[in-house]
């Protein structure tokens, strides 16, 4: 008889009640092996659809199939024991009907094995957020800058410089969170806005380039591990992989050319 407690994962309701308290650590993750790294650290980790753009060098989160995100979530979930895991529903797959969106949000939760999917748009994507809670799918909700409209907003823009604009995004985090969104991610927004969002509603806010003022905050990893080429200006950069990575593959490299490479056959195993 195994003697050892298993380690329970994070839930959903567990997130929901963390509103106002000690805040949620989170980071998105696209593999097995990064994810359970974080997956000592975070409370939740994301598959976000960013991993077009950080993993597959594409232009923009717009061309990432659900297959795409089966197969990194299904590998975060593996990689991970602690952590809620949370998979990104991509652009095309959830805006044209509810009964749609339910039919891939179910294919994911089942394939990945992961606790909730996010999805992207605030009053108009709402009666799919309830349609979806209702049949049992937790649902995180993700207003302010949405890369997936990015084409219709002409870019990464911070929302909410203008405050006349701010009654929108108040309107779409009070319509999700009545939809029945455990959560909702408020990126690329101005400090004033995500405050005054916080504090209207009663589930948690999760900042990226959002401000201190949120429930919680997400990165995206690669970008805080200083890997990729450019990231937004308000990401402090914690680590600086990009450069660690070059010198360890030019001495690789060097040695291989050089006829110095150490490893003989018979110490493979
Ligand atoms: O896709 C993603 O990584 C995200 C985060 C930026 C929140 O949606």
């Not at 409209?149 to 006349?164: P, Y």
Request: charged fraction near 20%.
């Amino acid at each position: 008889m195994s003697t050892q407690t298993p380690i329970r994962r994070n839930t959903v309701p567990q997130i929901a009640a963390r509103k106002g308290g000690e805040p949620i650590v989170s980071l998105t993750s696209y593999h097995a092996h990064t994810a359970a790294i974080v997956d000592k650290y975070a409370d939740f980790i994301l598959v976000g659809d960013s991993l077009g753009m950080v993993m597959h060098g594409m232009d923009s989160t717009v061309g990432v199939s659900l297959d795409m995100m089966i197969t990194h979530g299904k590998a975060v979930v593996r990689g991970t024991q602690k952590a809620l895991i949370v998979v990104d529903m991509p652009f095309g797959t959830y805006e044209e009907s509810p009964a749609i969106a339910f039919r891939n949000a179910a294919k994911i939760m089942k394939e990945t094995g992961c606790g909730a999917v996010k999805l992207e748009g605030g009053a108009r994507i709402a009666d799919t957020i309830r349609f979806l809670t209702e049949r049992g799918i937790p649902v995180m909700a993700h207003i302010g800058l949405t890369p997936q409209s990015s084409h219709v907003m002409g870019g990464f823009k911070t929302q909410g410089r203008d405050e006349d604009s701010w009654p929108l995004h108040e309107t779409d985090a009070k319509a999700v969170t009545e939809a029945g969104a455990f959560a909702i991610v408020l990126e690329g927004m101005v400090e004033p806005l995500a405050a005054k969002i916080t504090k209207q509603i009663p589930i948690p806010s999760i900042g990226i380039g959002a401000s201190v003022e949120c429930d919680g905050q997400i990165l995206v990893l690669e970008d805080m591990l200083g890997l990729n080429a450019w990231t937004p200006k308000f990401v402090k950069v914690y680590g600086n992989l990009g450069p660690q990575i070059e010198e360890a593959v030019s001495q690789y490299a060097d040695e291989v050319k050089s006829r110095a490479f150490p490893t003989e056959a018979e110490t493979y195993s």
